[in-house]
Each structure stands twice: as structure tokens, then as C-alpha cells.
């Protein structure tokens, strides 16, 4: 059966779902606070990660930024437990569309299960460490951009970014849509002066990297294209 880690610093909420888990047949391991779960992932191999948002010592993007450097091999999908509030709050945490989820608190038990199941099937294939197109390796480990220039280090949203335009090369992706699945905005309720911002200090590392090549170009009212 799969192995869960429920991180939860409120001991009600990580109690419940422990219970309930193991109950399920699931193999449950707890950590009370962030660090201590980050610590547990050095020695053990998990299917999934409960995260309750609730625990006081590490956001949930802080926690995903360091899950994913630390184990940048690994595809651990995240079940995220959030306040009612934050379950409407965009961009509250970093969800990656298709690969986690979110429960609000208080939860059913059942609802654990039901959020589970689906993505524990889908962290089956884990991605490659390295993305390569158009003569740029992304280092999904280190948040390193490589060129024929030299390599630079990548602020954590520059390289969801980044990621996301080079897994479409060639796609025109309009800025609402990085909005919603980049920085995890409920569809128009970000600022595209966002995307512009970010994009700006994201090109002077690609062409810091390349010499000056351009491998993302703006199409006026469109949206922005990975060049390959």
C-alpha cells in the first residue's frame, strides 16, 4: 500500500487523518512541524504528502520549493489541508495542475481518500530531472538555467515559468493562462503586470545564458512563445 507523510503542527487535524489512512490500509508517517518533515523525506520513500497548512514554521511554497530541490527525482504529488478562506484565496498555494490537490479543514475523513487516490496515480512517471529545448537545459533540481553562454540560477517562480513555456514549445500561451497555472490564480483574477514584471528579469537571464539570443518572444495581445 502507498506511504503517506502528513505533515500538520495541529495535532487534532494530523491525528484524524493518520487514523483514517491507516485504517485505509495506508502506511502513515507524521511530522509536526515542516522541517521535521523535510527531514523524514531524507531516509524515506512516499507516495504523497499531506500538508497542513495550518503548521507555523514553513509556508506551503517554502515546503514545495524545498520538497522539490531535495528530491527533484522524484514526481511526490501534495494534498494540500487549507482554511476555508485560503481555498478561495488565489494563488494561496502552489498547486500544480493535475498533480495535487486540496482539502479544505474541517474535512470528512472520506474526503482524504477521494483527493488521494487520483493523484496517486498520476505520480507513477516521475518527469526528468533536466528539460532541454532549443539549446537550454533547465535543471529541475538545482533551478539552474544552462546556455551556450553559461548557467544562472532561476527565483523559484521564474522557473515555473520558464518550465512551463518550455514543455510547450511553440504554443503561444496567453498571459491569463500563466496567471492560473504558474502562480495559481483563479481564472482573471491576476494582473498581467505579473507576467510582464517577471518576464522581464526571466529574459535577462535567458539571454545572460545564451549570449543575448532571445527564446521567448511576446506576440502583442496574444501572449508569450517558447522559440525552438
Not at 199 to 223: C, D, F, Q, S
Request: hydrophobic share 40%; with cysteine.
Amino acid at each position: 500500500m502507498a506511504t503517506i507523510l502528513i505533515v500538520s503542527g495541529e495535532s487534532a487535524t494530523g491525528q484524524s487523518a493518520s487514523q483514517h489512512l491507516a485504517a485505509k490500509g495506508y502506511d502513515v508517517v507524521s511530522a509536526a512541524s515542516a522541517t521535521e518533515g523535510l527531514r523524514a523525506l531524507h531516509g524515506l520513500e512516499v507516495d504523497a504528502v499531506l500538508f497542513d497548512t495550518g503548521v507555523g514554521d514553513m509556508s506551503a511554497q517554502e515546503f514545495c520549493d524545498w520538497l522539490r530541490r531535495q528530491s527533484p527525482d522524484r514526481n511526490v504529488p501534495l494534498l494540500f489541508l487549507v482554511s476555508p478562506s485560503q481555498r478561495w484565496l488565489p494563488g494561496s498555494v502552489p498547486l500544480r495542475i493535475g498533480r495535487d490537490a486540496l482539502v479544505s479543514k474541517p474535512f470528512r475523513p472520506e474526503e482524504l481518500e477521494q483527493a488521494l487516490q487520483p493523484l496517486l496515480g498520476a505520480a507513477t512517471a516521475p518527469p526528468p530531472r533536466t528539460l532541454s529545448a532549443a539549446g537550454l537545459s533547465l535543471d529541475r533540481g538545482l533551478f539552474a538555467l544552462t546556455g551556450e553562454a553559461g548557467s544562472v540560477t532561476l527565483t523559484p517562480t521564474e522557473f515555473r515559468l520558464l518550465e512551463y513555456l518550455m514543455e510547450r514549445p511553440g504554443v503561444v500561451v496567453a498571459a491569463d493562462e500563466l496567471l492560473e497555472k504558474v502562480w495559481g490564480f483563479f481564472p482573471h483574477t491576476g494582473s498581467r503586470d505579473v507576467v510582464r514584471t517577471h518576464m522581464r528579469n526571466l529574459r535577462a537571464k535567458i539571454r545572460y545564458a545564451t549570449a543575448g539570443r532571445e527564446t521567448v518572444r511576446t506576440l502583442p495581445r496574444r501572449g508569450y512563445r517558447f522559440v525552438v
